[in-house]
């Protein structure tokens, strides 16, 4: 029955049992559904299709080698999608909703958790859109709250590895009174762009710069930066910047490892002091940076000329999938255990 070749795993979609669905009607929330059907049939007039009412979440179950499966910092994807909804006008999921629902596609799909050894995970993709029709521009009144889940490899194919990414100057992600700060689909079509035409120039992502100035990091591509020097941490503080949890996890981390942790705005010129940087996200926990091209400048920054990540990025990867894992202990309480 079950016959996936969980080594050879991407990070690409793969039908499973059962999703869980619960609809928003008449000012109140339904009864959570499970379904089969990988379709979903809305009003033509739909304002998730047409005004951009639409919100996800990207999160993570791990199988451990007690057996155990865990889910990583649910909570905080219950809060996050729950300031997606009240910033584009749709009816909030309430948090413990939530994380039943989660924990209900999980349980429901058990078989397709990938075992301990091979790495892999179960992805977990909650995903709130206003499913009423409406012409009008206004919000409407009924959404639609689905979560499904699929078996993920790891996200980057090359693994551990260092990549090469470019700053986009041509395109903004998000504008800084914008909806850069929530989880919208929105904002990553206003990134695909940018990000294409990074891939067709060889490089892994673009990096975004703030709208406003176009003199600080904001983000690269869907993931956080972070960089490393003089033994501190140090992340972008920009009103347009996703807040990633597991940049929140790792910037905790950091500081138990005895780093200095800092939160502000990152000039483009300091990329040139870091001694390491990464970008973050759940989908690869870290992606090494190894190099940042600015086309307009001319200018590149190294940051790894070996082709291996720096120490600091490797030590933070290996503690926080540790956790996830169940081999690190869970010192946070960050782990929800599914029976
Ligand atoms: C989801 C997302 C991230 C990563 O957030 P995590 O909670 O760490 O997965 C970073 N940036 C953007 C723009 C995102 O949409």
Redesign the pocket.
């Known amino acids: 029955m079950n016959n996936i070749d969980w080594g050879s795993l991407s990070f690409s979609y793969m039908k499973t049992d059962y999703n869980v669905r619960c609809y928003y009607r008449d000012g109140k929330w339904g009864e959570l559904e499970v379904h089969s059907s990988e379709e979903v049939s809305i009003h033509m007039a739909a304002t998730g299709l047409h005004y951009g009412q639409e919100a996800f979440e ?1 999160l993570k179950a791990f199988k451990g080698k007690d057996g155990k499966v865990r889910m990583f910092r649910v909570e905080e994807n219950a809060k996050r999608m729950h300031n997606s909804a009240v910033g584009t006008m749709m009816a909030p999921v309430p948090e413990e909703m939530f994380v039943n629902a989660v924990k209900k596609a999980v349980e429901l799909n058990k078989r397709f958790i990938p075992p301990y050894e091979s790495g892999a995970s179960l992805y977990i993709r909650p995903l709130l859109f206003g499913s009423g029709g409406k012409v009008g521009v206004a919000p409407t009144d009924e959404y639609l709250f689905l979560i499904f889940v699929t078996p993920v490899g790891p996200y980057f194919k090359a693994g551990f590895k260092p990549v090469k990414m470019m700053i986009s100057r041509d395109y903004d992600r998000a504008a800084p009174h914008g909806t850069g700060h929530i ?1 919208v689909g929105g ?1 990553y079509a206003a990134s695909l762009r940018a990000g294409e035409e990074a891939h067709d120039k060889g490089y892994s992502t673009a990096i975004f710069l703030d709208s406003k100035e176009k003199k600080y990091i904001d ?1 690269c591509g ?3 930066f972070f960089g490393i020097k003089d033994n501190t941490y140090i992340t972008p503080e920009s009103s347009s910047i ?1 807040p ?4 929140k996890s790792l910037f905790q981390l950091a500081q138990d490892m005895g780093l200095k942790t800092e939160r502000r705005p990152i000039a483009i010129e300091e990329l040139e002091t870091f001694e390491e940087a990464g970008a ?4 690869a926990v870290i992606s090494p940076i190894g190099q940042i091209d600015d086309p307009e400048t001319g200018k590149s920054y190294v940051f790894s000329k070996d082709g291996e990540p720096g120490p600091v990025s490797l030590k933070l990867y290996n503690k926080l999938r540790g956790i996830q894992y169940g081999d690190e202990p869970d010192t946070y309480g960050w782990n929800t255990v599914v029976e």
Do not use: H
């Open positions: 990207g989880k904002n983000e869907p993931a956080n996703l990633s949890i597991t940049n973050c996200g759940t989908a």
